[in-house]
């Protein structure tokens, strides 16, 4: 049907009407779109430029070497060996169990490994492009092995990391120490812990010299940029900053000294301490038993752990250091020192030793049961008398026998980059005062002067204090030599301001010790002129002696429970005329200290004094057949602990 003019002007009009509000809806959202396409590429340009940037370039931390520890002489105590170790990328490997499957028929995969590895991928689920380390220390053989089956490992990469390795192995475990995987712990220690702590087994010391001076050795971790795609995954490597390797430590250690002391103590639970007495310098310092270090740098088992921990004897303690013990007869000088200076006798005097002394209604006793007889100073260091102690020290007063036991080192914490080295303790008035709440008794008095009570001491300081005696300065122990090549300063110690006349008394009456016939130490004295010994022999009880037990007979140690017996100690120095070394020797439950500790210290002694084996002709006559057994014994244990290997072999 044919419209008329008037319905096909009205369906015209209304056909521009809907063009032209459709046609300006089209131009309004062009123009709005243009001006937001504007906004956004030309004011907002730089924002979504560095945005951009962000997600494609991603920083990645680089570890630092760590620094590495020498002895005095330049032997390597800890290095950083090349390890080849195989890792896994979960994101790119997809099917991980798939992959670890297959990588299994191609090397052995050690079980433990393995579930430390799927430990940390269930920790880093939301971050699977990180690498995990499925096999550590792998050889080249099973590197070569993975290299050429690459294409069928999907997400598998060989690396080369560093190591840390102790070649010594347990003879310098206790002072070099060990390190370990970061832990939470340990990072809970630190208020703002570096990155690169937090990167997956990354290792940090945990005890001893590795620990005490971490952040020397860590180094500064280096920087890379890596581009990476959508995913996370690396692409390429777009610059790298090379970090800063720890500093080289070299210690004040002789470490085949120190290999021969660990040598020498042998199967006792025991330490001995050698020092510079020069410099302060810390030839050796051992504690025995001990462990191997390198147990611990990849995680120890549990059956190694259990071993340790178990042991009566304490492999893990430091007992140089952290071991404190009533310091016995060696604390007599320290006593005899405190009389002179304060001028309350004379060398000649003399006290009369019964075998007893009676004190505020208590019978207290000296280890001579039959006493001594008139004893002066020189006879009373000589046989070890205990009542001329008793007896001086209450004139004297426990005040200035604390006060004096401080001046030699005791009761201090040394500062050293160690791990829980102890203060001991040099008891006064004020500290059982406030400790104890209790007021200082005489028979406190008595029982400190012959190192037992309250008073307490380490091996550590007992060869500090044997130090100071021989020379007279405070003698300060050293234990780093220098850092990155930097000489660190001496411990040898200003002048302590005592009267030489009666230090020199003092070392006359250790000398006698050793080389007079009724010295306590006289059978193992050393017999080369120019070398001879003066020494002072120790013992002290763990357990109390009833009056019953007295009439009855003292039980002898080796009677009794190993863990009874008494502690033996013996501290030395030598030349007597020219002091160069002082060492300091404890045997836990020992018994005596002429029989356990002198013997230890002695041939110690003479093997630092001799750089190396000394002669046969240092030693009496009747001790050197056996000394030469001894010797041969040794190299061979020393040896043996160098190379386990070649024993197996």
């Known amino acids: 049907m044919k419209r008329n003019p008037q319905e096909q002007n009205g369906a015209h009009r ?15 959202f062009a123009g709005g779109l243009a001006m937001r396409m504007r906004y956004l590429q030309v004011e907002q340009a730089d924002q979504f430029r560095l945005l951009a ?59 433990d490994d393995l579930e430390r590895a799927r430990t940390e991928m269930r920790r880093n689920r939301n971050a699977p492009f990180r690498p995990i380390t499925l096999a550590d220390q792998i050889n080249w053989e099973d590197i070569s092995k993975v290299a050429v089956n690459a294409p069928a490992l999907p997400g598998i990469s060989p690396e080369i990391g560093l190591l840390r390795s102790y070649p010594m192995m347990n003879s310098l475990a206790h002072v070099v120490g060990y390190v370990g995987p970061v832990s939470d712990y340990d990072l809970s220690q630190l208020e703002d812990p570096e990155p690169i702590l937090k990167e997956p087994r990354f290792q940090i010391g945990k005890v001893g010299f590795e ?3 971490e952040e020397t050795l860590r180094g500064k971790a280096g920087t890379k940029q890596v581009e990476v795609n959508a995913a996370g995954r690396v692409m390429r490597e777009l610059s790298r900053r090379e970090g800063e390797a720890g500093a080289d430590m070299q210690l004040t250690i002789d470490a085949e000294l120190q290999s021969y002391v660990q040598a020498r103590l042998g199967r006792e639970s025991a330490s001995a301490v050698v020092i510079d007495c020069e410099n302060g310098d810390l030839a050796a310092i051992c504690s025995a038993p001990s462990f191997d270090p390198n147990l611990f740098v990849r995680g120890i088992s549990v059956a190694d752990y259990r071993f340790l921990t178990e042991d009566n004897y304490r492999p893990l303690a430091n007992k140089t250091v952290q071991g404190t013990y009533p310091p016995g007869s060696t604390f007599k000088m320290v006593v005899a020192m405190a009389a002179l200076e304060a001028g309350l006798i004379g060398t000649d005097d003399t006290v009369w030793c019964p075998g007893h002394l009676e004190v505020a209604g208590r019978r207290f006793h000296c280890w001579k049961r039959a006493g001594h007889g008139h004893v ?6 000589k046989g070890s008398c205990d009542i001329y102690y008793y007896d001086l020290a209450l004139k004297v007063g426990i005040d200035k026998i604390s006060e004096m036991a401080q001046r030699f080192g005791l009761g201090t914490r040394h500062d050293l980059p160690m791990s829980a080295v102890a203060a001991g303790l040099a008891p006064n008035k004020a500290w059982k005062e406030r400790v104890h709440q209790q007021d200082w008794r005489v028979g406190d008095t008595v029982n400190a002067s012959i190192g037992q009570g309250y008073m307490l001491a380490s091996p550590l300081q007992l060869a500090i204090m044997s130090a100071r005696l021989a020379t007279g300065r405070s003698v300060t122990p050293r234990l780093i030599k220098s ?16 009267n030489e006349n009666n230090l020199r008394v003092v070392r006359k009456g250790m000398y006698s010790v050793s080389n007079e016939r009724r010295g306590t130490a006289y059978r193992n004295r050393i017999v080369s002129e120019g070398m001879r010994m003066a020494g002072k022999t120790g013992t002290s009880q763990v357990r109390n002696i009833t009056a019953a037990e007295r009439a009855a007979g003292v039980i002898r140690n080796e009677d009794l429970p190993w863990e009874r017996r008494d502690h033996a100690l013996f501290v030395c120095f030598a030349p007597y005329d020219n002091p160069k070394y002082a060492v300091s020797v404890v045997v836990e439950h020992g018994g005596g200290g002429s029989k356990a500790a002198a013997p230890i210290a002695r041939d110690v002694l003479l093997q630092a004094l ?39 072999a």
């Open 211 to 213: 620990a005490k001076r």
């Open 53 to 111: 940037e962000e997600n494609r370039i991603k920083f990645q931390l680089i570890p630092p070497a760590r620094g590495e520890i020498f002895d005095r002489n330049g032997m390597i105590l800890a290095r950083n060996t090349p390890s080849y170790r195989i890792n896994i990328v979960p994101e790119d490997a997809g099917d991980v169990e798939k992959v670890i499957h297959d990588l299994g028929l191609l090397i052995d995969l050690d079980p």
């Open 14 to 28: 209304t056909f521009s009407r809907r063009a032209l509000l459709l046609g300006g809806a089209q131009l309004a």
């Open 483 to 498: 850092i990155d090549g930097i000489e660190q300063p001496s411990g040898a110690g200003e002048s302590m301001g005592l």
């Open 610 to 648: 001799y750089g190396g084996t000394p002669p046969l002709d240092a030693y009496p006559k009747g001790d050197r057949s056996r000394i030469k057994a001894q010797q041969e014994r040794l190299a061979r244990d020393i040896q043996k602990a160098r190379h386990p290997e070649s024993d197996q």
């Open 376 to 381: 002066d100073l020189n006879g009373s260091l």
